[in-house]
């Protein structure tokens, strides 16, 4: 049996020393988002974050903002570093000179909404809050993703046999049930229902969000072995 292999960036790979200046590689003065990678790498290396506030500085790096309207004054950047051998991504909250690391620490989201004051008004500011959540908390070195249909769940070409068996059946038992996340208001806060795809896994997160943007989840997982490509 042919093994579909996905090879996901791990945060200490190879290709991603350096210091928290970026080193020789870094490009200072030259690009107009310069302070504001400096002023997130400095926050970063005061908590120890060593490694990932290089990143955030290294030429070559991609720093691009995450629509967030519910957020009054921090902003969240997605890191992007592909020239090594192992692409990285990073997720990272900044507020002025605080900043924290969102990858894997959906703590970190939720003192960037306390930190910010957040206001969640509604169920479409809830449904792009929850989102974002997900995706900026999901843990490296694993393929996820959100999916909002059950034909985005990318499972391996040309599979036969058993694996084809199992992906039809997956097909056919959630195709009434997944799609988009979307909230809905409940008690003081939104109940928002979501469908992950995490490593082999499909997930059901069913997230509470409060008012004050303070995000609660409970992972449901629904099918464990999918035969999707799988990470290493």
Not at 57 to 63: A, D, E, I, K, N
Not at 129 to 134: K, N, P, T
């Amino acid at each position: 049996m042919i093994a579909w292999v996905v090879v996901v960036a791990l945060l200490g790979a190879a290709g991603c020393a350096g210091d928290a200046s970026g080193g020789s590689s870094s490009a200072p003065n030259r690009r107009p988002d310069e302070q504001v990678r400096r002023a997130i790498a400095a926050a970063l290396a005061q908590q120890g974050r060593k490694e990932e506030a290089s990143i955030v500085t290294r030429g070559g790096s991609r720093l691009t903002p995450l629509p967030a309207p519910f957020l009054r004054s921090w902003r969240v950047y997605q890191v992007d570093y592909r020239q090594g051998a192992h692409p990285v991504r990073l997720h990272v909250a900044s507020g002025g000179a605080r900043a924290l690391l969102l990858t894997g620490d959906p703590k970190a989201f939720t003192a960037m909404t306390e930190a910010d004051g957040t206001a969640v008004a509604d169920p479409a500011a809830a449904t792009a809050l929850a989102r974002l959540y997900l995706e900026t908390t999901r843990p490296p070195g694993k393929l996820t993703y959100i999916v909002g249909s059950v034909d985005e769940i990318r499972f391996r070409p040309n599979i036969t046999g058993e694996a084809a068996r199992r992906r039809d059946r997956v097909i056919a038992r959630y195709r009434p049930d997944i799609a988009a996340p979307a909230a809905v208001a409940r008690g003081k806060g939104f109940a928002v229902t979501a469908y992950v795809v995490r490593d082999r896994a499909l997930e059901r997160r069913e997230l509470t969000v409060a008012r004050d943007g303070k995000t609660r989840e409970k992972v449901v997982t629904l099918v464990k072995d999918l035969p999707v490509p799988y990470t290493v």
